[in-house]
């Protein structure tokens, strides 16, 4: 058993280490709250602009609309979305294990697989796997709608130009604080249902002229809609993997205290002991 005093600094450590989990919990909690309000105003939105989007492209040729032109795949985009930072349980080690998956997938088809890294997480450990085509950090660290757009934006210059033939988002989709589904979302080209079942609706002025307004907005919506899911995921993972840490070091003080009174108890033990044997040896 370890003496007192080195159960008395592991104690002290163990505490420290509650105390800053226990603070990281409830900043993560407070700002699920903002990142959990955000994307659950921005879902329904983005779902139905992707419907309407849909419905109107499938009756459309290419020629008229070149965002749902599906070419041969030559060379994929993929974009997998993670953090600036860890301690977020499996939160960008998911991201990272579907990636790998995805450009295996691809490769497996004959296609060239270039990655664009959204997250200092994803770009550090994608690096190491092959040359990344570009990263952004600083959408992660502060997720606003020009963030997306730029980056969306640069996928659609390259898509229509014939850089790539097909781009694709990975990311965590929020459910709640405890469960982040990984998603693959193919955004380019636009995914377009039968002629059949799309929708019947009256459009002003005509449907050409109202998609070249409209394709941009709703690519753009579809980045902006998956950083936000990727960043309630983030403060979801991460308040659950501090909750569950601050739990473990509870467990951890308490049994080191129960250790440490023990060894006490064992040291005053012995010590009167001690002392008892001393005055017997004197009277004897």
Known sequence: M????????????VSSTMQITSAMKMVSAAKLKRSQDAIVQMRPYAEKLGVLMANVSATLDATENPFITKRPLQRVLVVPMTANRGLCGGFNSSVLKRT??????????GAVVELFAVGKKGRD??????????????????????????IAQDAMDKFIDGTYDEVVVVYNQFKNAAVQMIREEVVLPIQVPSVSAAGDYLYEPNKEE???????????????????????????????????????????????????????????????????????????
């Not at 370890?2 to 450590?13: F, H, Q, T, V």
């Not at 790998?100 to 088809?109: P, S």
């Not at 990263?135 to 997306?148: L, R």
């Open 2 to 13: 370890a003496n007192l005093k080195e159960l008395r600094n592991r104690i002290s450590s």
């Open 100 to 109: 790998k998956l995805v450009v295996e997938r691809y490769e497996a088809q």
């Open 210 to 284: 109202l998609l070249l307004s409209l394709i941009p907005t709703h690519i753009h919506i579809q980045f902006f809609k998956a950083l936000l899911d990727s960043q309630a995921s983030e403060h979801g993972a991460r308040m659950t993997a501090m909750h569950k840490a601050t739990d473990n070091a509870t467990s951890m003080r308490d049994g080191l205290k129960l250790d440490y009174n023990k060894a006490r108890q064992a040291a005053i033990t012995n010590e009167i002991l001690e002392i008892v044997g001393g005055a017997e040896a004197l009277n004897g």
């Open 125 to 150: 450990q994608l690096s190491k796997l092959k040359t990344l085509a570009g990263s952004d950090i600083d959408a992660v660290a502060n997720v606003t709608f020009e963030a997306a757009r730029s």
